[in-house]
């Protein structure tokens, strides 16, 4: 059955074919939707547009979040290309390295800032610039971390980036609720991407939770893509502000071993 028949969305965040934004994009496409891709400038371009022809000849245009230029005309060519839009996604977050390691207290001002700007406030942003081709009924979906409510070795000022970012979702919900449009945050379980792969110790993280989690397994963006289908369907018609766990049930261990 497809759940997105009729129904535009705009996926930003393919860096590669391991971008949990990938798996975003096939599961949609697999559900009748018409995409749209934004990518952070030339470096990603080839591979997003790759993508693109693949999935139905979608649209793609350039869009770093930091920029406000690119943010007002990323809304002209939403407009002008797909008329409305039925479907946001955020899958997009930086930190610099170093943060990724070591002390917390550690963190500068300017990664602190950089970090909080492009994973937590690009949020903000894409929906201010493209609050009215956003239809009413829309879904907005962005990836979240179980390291945002929750202390994860390492994840450091990334966890304090996802806070923000969960806390913008419930904002954002209550802002936007009036038009129908629902916000929501999908926390992954650790999967391999190009970003993860920056935290220290990630491999680790990988392994502890295929060995804790309820479903003994890891999960895939391809699980990440068919929760962002059911979020941006219309069975998810009354679910907003939450924070949806895809992480094989990870999140709700207390104490594991190995009995
Ligand atoms: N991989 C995981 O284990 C995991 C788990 C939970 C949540 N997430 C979240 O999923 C999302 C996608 O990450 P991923 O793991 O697929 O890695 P990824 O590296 O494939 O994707 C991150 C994307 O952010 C984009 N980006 C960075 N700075 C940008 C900017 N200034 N403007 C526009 N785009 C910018 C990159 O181009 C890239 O496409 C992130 O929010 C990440 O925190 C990842």
Redesign the pocket.
């Known amino acids: 059955m497809a759940l997105l028949d009729g129904k535009t969305a705009l996926i ?5 074919r ?5 798996g975003i994009a096939r599961a949609m496409h697999a559900h009748g939707a018409r995409l749209s891709f ?3 400038g030339e470096r ?1 371009k080839d591979e997003v547009e790759k993508l693109a022809a693949e999935l139905g000849g979608a649209p793609s245009w350039s ?4 920029s406000d230029d690119e943010l007002r005309r990323l809304n002209d060519a939403v407009a002008r290309e797909l008329g409305r839009l039925d479907a946001l996604v ?5 930190v610099n390295k170093e943060d990724l390691a070591g002390k917390v207290y550690d963190t500068s001002r300017s990664g602190f800032s950089l970090a909080l700007d ?2 937590s406030y ?1 949020l903000i942003a894409l929906v201010s610039a493209l609050k009215e081709t956003l239809s009413d009924g829309a879904s907005i979906m ?4 179980l390291g945002s409510g929750a202390i994860v070795p390492n994840y450091n000022v ?1 966890g304090i980036a ?1 806070a923000a970012l969960e806390s913008i979702v419930r904002y954002l919900a209550y802002d936007l609720g009036e038009r129908g449009i629902r916000v929501n945050a999908i ?10 792969r920056q935290v220290k110790g ?1 491999s680790g993280m990988v392994d502890a939770v295929a060995a804790a989690a309820p479903l003994k397994r890891n999960v895939t ?1 391809d699980d990440i893509g068919n929760a962002a289908v059911y979020l941006a369907s219309d069975l998810s018609s009354a679910v907003t502000a939450d924070v949806h766990f895809v992480d094989a049930g990870y999140h709700a261990m207390g104490m594991w071993m190995n009995a």
């Open positions: 930003t965040g393919v860096a590669n391991w971008s949990i934004a990938t934004t990518y952070q990603v869009c770093d979040v930091t955020h899958s997009i977050a930086f492009i994973s690009s962005a990836l979240t971390y990334a996802k926390s992954a379980g650790p999967i391999k991407t190009a970003s993860s990630f963006a």
